[in-house]
């Protein structure tokens, strides 16, 4: 079995986790649904080559109904 690469730094996806966390509109929110935001958001920017407010407002309605 193979791990899955993505293009995205790691460091971006800690960043995009601890600015989620800070946002006071987001309190309350699962740590799952914060992690699957992330992912889904940077794997739409940096691998697909999206642009980020509409791959954000697409990975938000899935994660944070």
């Known amino acids: 079995f ?6 995205y730094p790691q460091e971006e996806l800690k960043e995009c986790i601890l600015s989620i966390k800070q946002n006071p509109v987001m309190l309350g929110a699962s740590e799952n649904s914060i992690e699957g935001f992330c ?4 794997k739409f920017i940096f691998d697909e080559g999206k642009p980020d407010i509409p791959s954000a ?3 938000g309605s ?3 109904k």
């Not at 193979?2 to 293009?7: D, E, G, H, I, T």
């Not at 992912?39 to 940077?42: A, F, G, K």
Request: charged share 10%.
């Open 39 to 42: 992912e889904c958001t940077l």
């Open 2 to 7: 193979s791990s899955v690469a993505n293009a």
């Open 57 to 59: 407002n697409k990975c």
């Open 62 to 64: 899935i994660y944070f």
